[in-house]
């Protein structure tokens, strides 16, 4: 019998922010987590600020708990994130029943902020402290767990797109030491993960490694167990030979690169302060390329950035069809307060909406192409879990496709070869070959 207190905790944003949670969980001794808001003795929201919209949600979600906390007093409720760091205070202000804030740098200091609220106190702690959170938490717990995990390396970004509010929220690049991040994939392994995604805002820029990640990618790939490694935010101008080639070189290494290009005029990205143009992110595809022949690409556009012109959306669309990816995400631009590009002023919201709706059905295309070419090969796939029909498996391809498997032999954590044999809405359908690993 345990009277742990309850935890429930949503998570908002990006992958980054998963891991963040997962921390956040574990640094709080004496509360065990519950998916019932309901049941929590404690609420945390770990939020995004990207967009507007994300911002946003969080306020409407905070509005949902007032019944909660009248019928429970002793309920306490907790903002993190990226929303905690840009508006704490107003947060404080705009919302009187959160108890506490705690910003993304900060989130080790958990316990002794949740101590400060006992007695109804409201506590905020939104500083970008000296010290490395990561060393000041205590160990990961040793529960097996499933086989695909996240693991930060890299955390904040200096590259300042003149759209973007992290280099606010996250602050400045900072990568963990590689031994530290050994160390920790090697207790994943012996947890049962077998495949680790590194995440960082800016990852490729990762300097805890001699020779940067591909270094990091290299060492982690001698670990016995551990059989693939992905990583994910990248910048174009941030991808090096080392790890262009590793994608050639590095078994381990998933053929599936996720990497932003926003908009496929050199106008705009000149205005994005992106650093790059259309022209040396395609030159760059190509090395990857031919590199890693088979490399499913991913990424991110902005439509309706100030100043857009239908010339410049019409060059995204032409980067679009001469890539050629393999999934996409595309965001209408929304200015973020404190970004150089939020002082000019908004496209017309009916033509950016026109404009995404576009640039959307073509990327749709496009993922809709890659996942049907997949009918008829070979792939290797890690299960992750058991599929909603009876019996069946779903695990992730090397190119990050679900596949379904109905297999009585398939278990999770293994990977198998399987030969795909039909394309669905969202997913593949696959025949058990054989185990590889
Ligand atoms: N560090 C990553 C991801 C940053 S946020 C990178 O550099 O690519 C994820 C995506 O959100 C961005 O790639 C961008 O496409 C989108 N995004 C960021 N700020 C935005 C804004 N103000 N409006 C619309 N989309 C935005
Ligand atoms: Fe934001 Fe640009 Fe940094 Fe990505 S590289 S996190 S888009 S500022
Ligand atoms: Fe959002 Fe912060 Fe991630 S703003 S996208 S949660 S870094």
Redesign the pocket.
Known sequence: MTDAKKLFIKTYGCQMNVYDSERMAETLEGYEQTDRPEDADMILLNTCHIREKAAEKVYSELGRYKNLKSEKPDLKIGVAGCVAQAEGEEIMKRQPLVDLVVGPQAYHRLPDLVKRTSNGAKALDTDFPEEDKFTRMKGRPKARRAPAAFLTVQEG?????A?????YT?GAEVSRPSSQVIREAQDLVERGVREVTLLG??VNAYNGHDTGLAGLIWDLAEIDGLERIRFT?S?PNDMDDALIAAHGECSKLMPYLHL?V?SGSDRILKA???KHTAESYIRLIERLRDARPDLMLSG?FIVGFPGETEQDFEDTLSLVREVRYGSAYSFKYSARPGTPAAEKDDIDGAEATERLRKLQALLTEQQRAAQDAQVGNEVSVLFEKEGRQEGQMVGKSDYLHAVHVAHEDARIGQIAKVKIVESGTNSLKGEFLREIA
């Open positions: 970004c200096d590259k300042f797109c759209f973007c509010v992290v280099p996250r805002q800016n935010t910048h932003p926003q994005m302060n992106r991110d």
